[in-house]
């Protein structure tokens, strides 16, 4: 299943019951799927079904005289989960068929929300990460995955105002108070400490590279 949502990008879905996941082991594809799949913006393997596995690590039969689904051991397995997992694909596990379904639904409806920033919300900076992701997601090339990796990269918003702060307050209906707002939510900390380190002579009144 494929799909493209903004601002994500392109979200795959492929579904495996456990038969299948070994046998496409064997046969080769797996890894073709894997390799399609890492060049999506969101891709998940959904797997279908479990494995029983005794104490020793080896896969039990599911039913009494029957023969177990793979010969591999749990270790093993696990090993090719975190294979499948470091080429930026999501595994998700599921009992059954209705599971699967419920869990195509869920990602749909969370690819199609307007943001995904829960995690970014951090308590006592009063949006200020938020603000900051938004900014950057309005420009040209930049999702929300890499928009956080650049606020978490700089510890903030890379950009700094080309304006004082004072000649921001002297737009109508701004006023000083709201221009020291606007002033902290886009410039932030690490752009009033490289306006320093530059030289811009950033004053504890005005915005980074306010002259004197």
């Known amino acids: ?34 390799s399609a799949m890492s060049a999506l913006d969101v891709a998940v393997l959904v797997i279908e079904g479990e494995v029983r596995w005794s104490a020793a690590g080896v896969a039990e039969p599911d039913v009494p005289d029957g023969r177990p689904v793979t010969s591999w051991h749990r270790d093993a397995y696990r090993s090719l989960l975190w294979s499948v997992r470091a080429r930026g694909i999501w595994v998700e596990a599921v009992p059954d068929v209705d599971s699967t379904v419920a869990t195509v639904l869920s990602l749909h409806r969370w690819a199609n929300k307007a943001t995904h920033d829960a995690l970014d919300r951090r308590p006592g900076r009063r949006g200020a990460d938020t603000a900051a992701l938004h900014v950057l997601q309005g420009l040209a090339g930049i999702g929300p995955r890499l928009a956080g990796r650049i606020v978490e990269h700089f510890h903030g918003l890379p950009i700094a105002w080309t304006v004082t702060e004072r000649e921001l307050a002297a737009v109508r209906g701004i006023g000083p108070v709201r221009a020291r707002r606007l002033s902290e939510s886009l410039a932030g900390q690490h752009c ?21």
């Open 1 to 34: 299943m494929l799909f493209d949502v903004r601002p994500l990008g392109r979200v795959g879905l492929q579904r495996k019951t456990v038969p299948d996941l070994f046998a496409s082991i064997r046969d080769g594809r797996l890894t073709r799927s894997v």
């Open 192 to 212: 009033r400490l490289a306006g320093d380190e530059r030289g811009g002579g950033a004053s504890s009144a005005g915005l980074p590279g306010e002259r004197a």
